[in-house]
């Protein structure tokens, strides 16, 4: 978890997990200032959840490889959304939310080959 309340405050995050059955919680939660995650995760069994909070200045960039992956990112208010998502493997499952004032951008590459097919990807965007 990495806070602050000035707008000089900037909340970075660089994470790299190797192995099977990790849960990586990252909240960064300050009101101002730059938020930004770069995660790499490998191997199977892994859970991701990345919390970026207001006030705008949000950008993660997301790695996930192996099987049975879960992703959980929130962006929030206000504005300064961006994500790039990269997700290889089998089956996995990816909730990305942002929320206002307007801008977003957001980049996932998926590669799955399964005869049953792969995870969920959902994106809700906006207020």
Avoid: W
Avoid at 38 to 52: C, E, K
Avoid at 78 to 91: D, E, R, V, W
Avoid at 106 to 118: L, M, V
């Amino acid at each position: 978890t990495q806070s602050g309340t000035s707008s000089t405050v900037v909340n970075y995050a660089d994470v790299s997990v190797t192995g099977n059955s990790n849960v990586v919680n990252i909240t960064q939660q300050s009101t101002g200032g730059a938020k930004g995650v770069f995660a790499t995760i490998n191997d199977n069994n892994n859970t991701l959840v990345v919390q970026q909070k207001d006030s705008g200045n949000h950008y993660a960039e997301i790695t996930l490889s192996g099987g049975n992956k879960n992703v959980d990112i929130l962006q929030q208010g206000s504005a300064g959304h961006m994500a790039k998502i990269n997700l290889s493997g089998l089956p996995q499952e990816l909730s990305l939310t942002r929320s206002g004032s307007t801008q977003q951008f957001y980049s996932i590459t998926h590669s799955c080959a399964t005869a049953g097919g792969c995870g969920t990807i959902s994106v809700t965007q906006g207020q």
